[in-house]
């Protein structure tokens, strides 16, 4: 599967995401552009399906990429059981309009309730 590389390099693509996932399980949706809630997506989703399975090993995964305790613990505690018997498809992508200064594609990602 093609990775989109939004014109960042690899430590500065993975960085932007890991911030990106503590944003989006701290408020539960974040507004950015199409390309990068696109990206987002399947992180999330596998996030939420670590953090189903509730133990030391799946905690130690997520907190690989998702580097704030606290969110780690939001997400273990609150959303993942949200989630427990849904198969998949946490997160939705919204469309929005586009930025006036350059066109962008704005998009709302957001958990699914």
């Known amino acids: 599967m093609p990775q989109r590389k939004l014109g960042r390099t690899t430590a500065h693509r993975q960085a932007m995401f890991s911030n990106m ?49 606290t969110v ?9 059981p949200r989630f427990s018997e849904r198969p998949g498809g946490y997160t939705r992508i919204l469309k929005m309009y586009q930025r006036r200064g350059d066109g962008s594609e704005r998009a709302i990602i957001e958990l699914v309730e």
């Open 21 to 69: 996932l503590i944003d989006f399980f701290r408020h539960e949706r974040i507004e950015t552009s199409l390309p990068k809630a696109k990206e987002l997506r399947p992180l999330a989703e596998k996030m939420i399906t670590t953090a189903r399975s509730n133990d030391l090993a799946s905690r130690r995964k997520v907190l690989r990429v998702v580097k704030d305790k």
């Open 72 to 80: 780690v613990k939001k997400l273990f505690d609150e959303i993942a």
